[in-house]
Structures are given as structure tokens and as C-alpha cells.
């Protein structure tokens, strides 16, 4: 059981370091490149500026990063990797190789890993209790 344990901390700290690392890119760098993909659902560069949009999306990834790592819900876990798929997306639609996409496919695979993890470890709780009951 104690793998189980190890592969969720493993999982929570890539889930963690995808969104918080991403999510820098938007609050902290401010990175150029975002705003092609704001541009790529109609949102213009003077829009986001004026809103502050770069910096509450790159906020708002880093808060469910940490999230994630602390106290990963399965429902929080479901709209990150959707959250995923569609920003990735916007890479390739704001005219950049579609293998930007794919690419980072992990980052979209590794919220649903984790939560088929807990599911997992959350089914084998109900059939074997005394295993986890010092966890």
C-alpha cells in the first residue's frame, strides 16, 4: 500500500508543478505569447491588459496547482485536466504547431491519473481497512 502513497505525492507534485509553473508564465512573467491565445477566443491584447486577465488566469492555475497538492478533490482534478485540453488547445488554433499540443499532453493526463489513483486507493480502503489504517 505504501506505493499507493508514493504515486499519489509523485502525481500530486507534477499536477502541482504543471499548473503553478504554468500559471507563472501568466501572473508573474507575463509572457508575449499569452496573448495570441486570449486573441484566438476573440479576446484582444488591450482587453486583457486593461483587465488584468493574464494575471487572474495565471493566479487562478497557481491556486488550483497548490490545490492540487494539498488537498487534491477529484472534482477540482476533472476541471483541471479540462481546463488543460482546452488551453493547449489554444496553441494550436493561435497558429502554432499542433504538436504544441501534443507536447503537452501530460499536463492534461496527470490530473486524471491522480484521480484514478484515489479512486483506486479510495476502493481498496472499503475492502481492506486495516491496510491504510495507519496512513
Known sequence: MMG??????????????AFVGHGAYGAVLAKS?????????GIPE????????????????MVAG?????????????????????????????????????ERASNIVAPLALLVLLRARARLQKIRPRAWADR
Open 33 to 41: 505569447s499569452w496573448f495570441s491565445y486570449f486573441a484566438a477566443v
Open 66 to 102: 497548490v490545490m492540487s497538492l494539498l488537498l487534491p478533490i477529484p472534482a477540482l482534478l476533472v476541471l483541471m485536466a479540462g481546463w488543460k485540453i482546452f488551453s493547449e488547445l489554444l496553441r494550436p488554433i493561435a497558429g502554432e504547431p499542433a504538436w504544441e499540443f501534443v
Open 4 to 17: 499507493f502513497v508514493r504515486l499519489e505525492w509523485l502525481l500530486r507534485l507534477a499536477v502541482a508543478g
Open 46 to 61: 488591450s482587453v486583457v491588459t486593461a483587465h488584468g486577465l493574464m494575471t487572474l488566469v495565471g493566479v487562478a492555475e
